[in-house]
């Protein structure tokens, strides 16, 4: 079945403690990008990649990391998290990026940072 | 830039009753125009998607949109609402060309009372 995995799906926290949420994709896609959303505020693009090593910010990139080593994994790091980063985390990933391709997304990782 | 503008942050409508939620987009050329639902607890799936020819376009649930270029507008639209389609509706505008990241709308949260 084609998707798109996140893990861990709930995760609290204490600020400044390192942590990594996990995205995968078995479509062979090469576009791979996360998303937050906040109430009122809809989604907001953090960090996207092209293509294996190739990653950009986004719309919202303060306070995160990310990599891509493959071409199915795109994992987030939150090298210190705060408590303005407790929010709804999204990863999503489409065959290209732009020229309308679907993209397909994950169920989400519920963060809280206290 | 593109942006995209919805402009009813929530809807309630009864079970039966008909439905249209409102999406009006900023892009100076043709964009790539697409609605996705958000049902509680669950990531987004894509109900629907423009990118040229036909102007009302089908979507998966029953639900269709209307791209209109001299209203910058891409209306949802079902005739029948059900119960389970209660859930979050996103409208995103992608450029036809260059790679640039969807931008998504700040969603519109629809109730469905019996």
């Known amino acids: 079945e084609a998707q798109v995995t996140q893990n861990p799906r709930y995760l609290i926290t204490v600020t400044g403690k390192k942590l990594t949420v996990t995205c995968s994709q078995n479509?062979?896609?090469?576009?791979m990008s996360w998303y937050r959303q906040d109430p009122g505020l809809g989604l907001r693009q953090i960090y996207y990649?092209?293509?294996?090593?190739?990653?950009d910010k986004g719309d919202v990139p303060e306070g995160y990391k990310v990599s891509r080593k493959e071409k199915r994994n795109f994992p987030l790091i939150l090298e210190s998290p705060s408590p303005n980063q407790t929010s709804l985390y999204f990863c999503?990933?489409?065959?290209?990026?732009?020229?309308?391709?679907?993209?397909?997304f994950g169920p989400g990782t519920r963060l809280t940072v206290t | 830039a593109q942006s995209v503008t919805q402009p009813d942050i929530h809807i309630t409508v009864s079970e039966g009753a008909s439905l249209e939620l409102r999406c009006n987009y900023s892009?100076?050329?043709?964009?790539?125009l697409f609605w996705y639902v958000q049902s509680p607890g669950q990531g987004l799936q894509l109900l629907l998607k423009?990118?040229?020819?036909?102007?009302l376009v089908q979507g998966i649930k029953g639900f269709e949109a209307e791209f209109k270029r001299s209203q910058s507008s891409f209306n949802l639209r079902k005739p029948s609402v059900h119960w389970s389609d209660a859930a979050e509706y996103f409208c995103?505008?992608?450029?036809?060309?260059?790679?640039?990241?969807?931008?998504f709308g700040k969603g519109t949260r629809l109730s469905v009372i019996a």
């Open positions: 999503a990933s489409s065959l290209e990026q732009g020229r309308g391709y679907e993209q397909y």
């Open positions: 423009y990118f040229s020819g036909d102007t």
């Open positions: 990649s092209m293509n294996v090593e190739v990653t």
């Open positions: 995103a505008v992608g450029r036809n060309s260059g790679n640039t990241p969807l931008v």
């Open positions: 892009y100076g050329a043709t964009p790539y």
């Open positions: 479509m062979n896609h090469e576009y």
